[in-house]
């Protein structure tokens, strides 16, 4: 086949995240598989307008501020002349609402949709819009197949009126060769650590105010706050006006070996958001033998096995985190049990097996065979 793909951001973008590496994991090993995949992503201060990762072809238009005008606009003119056998529309920000602009079948990749969870970090104004192009889906979508990335997104569009036969869901995979147990020995003093891009939505303070009642029972705990973004420097200010100084740590964005390292060293990891579209961050940790507890809402009661991989609490109980991390930090038999747990559990999450369930819904809406 032939696919286009379309997403905010590509692989090398400053900003890239979880979306961008699951939808290149998939084109990547498309063209692995003999297909012929290219990707068209906004630009970024000092992009070349053209490029290729991993045998995928990337052509950069537009900036974020424009993308879901100038990307499907730029793709319309594009498909002119060149032929393409299914477009892939990946919608982790906006629509593109590619079926407005093209006869070649659509398939749309969902991480996640926002709904009213956009509040929490957009304005009102914006955080409408983003509402209102996201009721547009079922009308546009309306013969379209979906492809998701938990059962939470298959849930989400089923309430929102979309057959459930007519969503597959492809769990998302995982860099085993990257994320892995390194056989290195845990941080004498008892670690937490939250992985992402700080944002307001994420509720990094959630854990941050469970902190005194963890360290009321572990004594030196502390809190490692990796990756960077908007919100990072209110967070910064919450940490200094509720101290102590060593209670947290800031470091910036780290590269992935440092990344690995860091969590084969800790002990637990947390992720207090109210919406995500699986957690990867959850399952990287998991693979580095690091238990989670996480708020349980969409996404990440997919991606956590509570009991058994890590916990779930209330989102936002502060009070609820303290509790299971003390739990985890302070009774080794069950760390260990809930560790091998992890690591045994993501020993089914392949990006392999997440691109061929792609695969073959792609070549279904084709009109071909692999």
Known sequence: MKILALNWRDLRHPEAGGAEVHLHEILSHLVRRGHEATLLASGFGGSASADEIDGVRIIRRGRWFDANFSLPRFARRHMRRNRYDVVVEDINKLPFFMPLYTDVPVVPVIPHLFGTTVFREANALVGCYVVLMERLIPAVFRRNRFVVISPSTRDDLMRRGIAAERITVALCGLDHERY????????????????????????????????????????????????????????????????PDDAFEFTGYL????????????????????????????????????????????????????????????????????????????????????????????????????????????????????
């Open 180 to 243: 892995r147990q390194l056989g290195i020995e845990r941080f004498e003093r008892p670690t937490i650590v939250h992985l992402g891009r700080l944002r307001r939505y994420k509720s990094v303070e959630v854990v941050m105010r469970a902190m005194p009642a963890v360290r009321e029972r572990i004594p030196g705990a502390r809190l490692v706050i990796v990756g960077d973004g908007p919100h990072r420097r209110a967070l910064e200010r919450y940490a200094a006006e509720r101290g």
């Open 255 to 370: 590269d992935r070996d440092r990344l690995v390292e860091l969590l084969n060293r800790a002990h637990v990891a947390v992720n207090a958001s109210p919406k995500e579209g699986w957690g990867l961050t959850v399952v990287e940790a998991n693979a580095c033998g690091v238990p989670v507890v996480a708020s349980d809402r969409p996404g990440l009661r997919d991606s956590v096995v509570d009991g058994e991989t890590g916990f779930l609490v209330p989102y936002g109980d502060a009070a609820a985190f303290a509790e299971q991390i003390r739990a985890l930090l302070g009774d080794g038999d069950l760390w260990r049990r809930m560790s091998a747990n992890a690591v045994h559990r993501v020993g089914e999450l392949t990006w392999e097996r997440c691109a061929l369930e792609t695969e073959a819904v792609l070549s279904e809406v084709a009109g071909g065979s692999v």
